[in-house]
Structures are given as structure tokens and as C-alpha cells.
């Protein structure tokens, strides 16, 4: 709509200079030359200065635009993005391992909780939430933001986390049964810092996991 109404108005502003032109012309048919250029070199001054005034008028009204566009961003807190994986092989196919881990009751043979389950009135797949309650009294919940049974699933934490972070699970079958990946990506405030490397960290939790759950299936199987 602005652009709309800058366009008329240069449209109009140069439809008055061609009238002033023609003007100055009649007078010039009709014997006046010298009232003709007087008029042609004020119309010609008046349109320079409208012009430049235009331009510091623009120039102006932008600087305030690109200095707020700067406040902002430098507002917004630098945050590092870090990723990482492990893979494990397992002898199972895809179906019977993604029937092990998907559930939030599994975690407690996977992990350090105490008690896990499902949050009441929360759905099955996407939008499902799981509650983890471990055994030094701390409380997490997930949510299953992405799911294609028995392939993938991606989750990030619902509980205030200074590391905002997404979880993925991918399971690929394999000839002799399947390996299941798990990734993270983790953006981490500036400055924020882990007692270890992100990495190795990321790496002794998963490995734990993946171990943990490589034995339960073989002890089922067994």
C-alpha cells in the first residue's frame, strides 16, 4: 500500500512538471520567450529541491529502521549449536527393538528413573508426553515431537532446560537384524558451560542406553 502511494504521488508530481512545460510553451507560441525559460528554470530548481529533500527525507526515515533491526538481534542471546550420535547393532529386528524402547515405561530399565510413564490426557504418537522421575528425586518430561513406527521418533524436553535440545531415534534394518541411532542436537547458551565436553558427554549417556537395552533383548531372547 505504501509503495502504491509513493508511485501516485510520483506520478502526479511529474504530470504538474508536464503541465508547467506545456504552460511555458503556450506563452512562447504566443510571443513571451523570455517568460517561458523563467518559468522552465523555476519548474527545473523546485524539482531539484524536491528531489533532494525526498532523498534526505528516505535517508533518515531508513536509519532508524536498520539501527532497530541491530538493537534486535544483538537483544537475542548467542546461543552454539552442538550434534551428536551413536549407533549400536542389534541381532532383532526393527519392530521388536522399537517395541522395547518406545514405551515411557521402559526408561527404567534403560536409565537412571525410578518411575516412568505416559502423562494422562496427553495422546498416543505425536504430542505424547512421558514423565521420568529419577532416583535422586529430580523430575523430566519429554515430548514426542515427530514419529514414524517402526523407523524414527524425535523428542525434546517440556521441563525448563538451560540446553535447548532434540532427541532422535532411528532404527534401520540390517541383514542380520537392525542398528538403532541416537542423535542429539543441543543449542547451548553463550558461555554456558558442561563439566565435560558436550560430545563425550552425549556419548557415555547414549552408549549406557543403547548397552543397557542391547542386554535386556538378549536376555529376553535367551
Not at 541381532?91 to 510413564?117: K, M
Not at 517402526?150 to 531415534?169: C, G, Q
Not at 542429539?184 to 549417556?205: N, S, T, Y
Request: with cysteine; aromatic share 6%.
Amino acid at each position: 500500500m505504501i509503495m502504491f502511494v509513493k508511485v501516485l504521488q510520483n506520478i502526479l508530481f511529474v504530470g504538474r512538471f508536464l503541465a508547467i512545460c506545456v504552460l511555458a510553451a503556450v506563452i512562447s507560441a504566443v510571443g513571451k520567450p523570455e517568460l517561458e525559460l523563467s518559468i522552465l528554470a523555476v519548474a527545473s530548481v523546485v524539482v531539484l529541491m524536491l528531489a533532494v529533500a525526498t532523498g534526505i527525507v528516505n535517508t533518515r526515515h531508513k536509519r532508524p529502521s536498520k539501527q532497530r533491526i541491530r538493537l534486535r538481534r544483538a537483544a537475542l542471546p548467542l546461543r552454539l549449536r552442538r550434534t551428536a550420535q551413536t549407533t549400536e547393532t542389534f541381532d532383532h529386528d526393527p519392530e521388536t527393538v522399537w517395541a522395547f524402547i518406545r514405551p515411557a515405561e521402559s526408561a527404567v530399565l534403560l536409565s537412571d528413573a525410578e518411575l516412568a510413564f505416559t502423562v494422562p490426557g496427553t495422546p498416543t504418537g505425536v504430542g505424547e508426553q512421558q514423565c521420568f522421575i529419577r532416583r535422586d528425586g529430580t523430575v523430566s518430561i519429554i515430548e514426542v515431537i515427530g514419529e514414524e513406527s517402526p523407523r524414527w521418533a524425535a523428542t525434546r524436553p517440556v521441563t525448563p532446560d538451560k540446553t535447548n535440545s532434540r532427541s532422535t531415534y532411528t532404527l534401520e534394518s540390517t541383514p542380520t537384524g537392525c542398528t538403532l541411532t541416537m542423535g542429539i542436537v543441543m543449542e547451548l547458551p553463550a558461555g554456558f558451560k558442561f563439566a565435560e565436553d558436550p560430545g563425550q558427554w552425549w556419548e557415555a549417556r547414549a552408549r549406557t542406553y543403547l548397552k543397557r537395552a542391547k542386554e535386556v533383548l538378549s536376555a529376553r531372547q535367551g
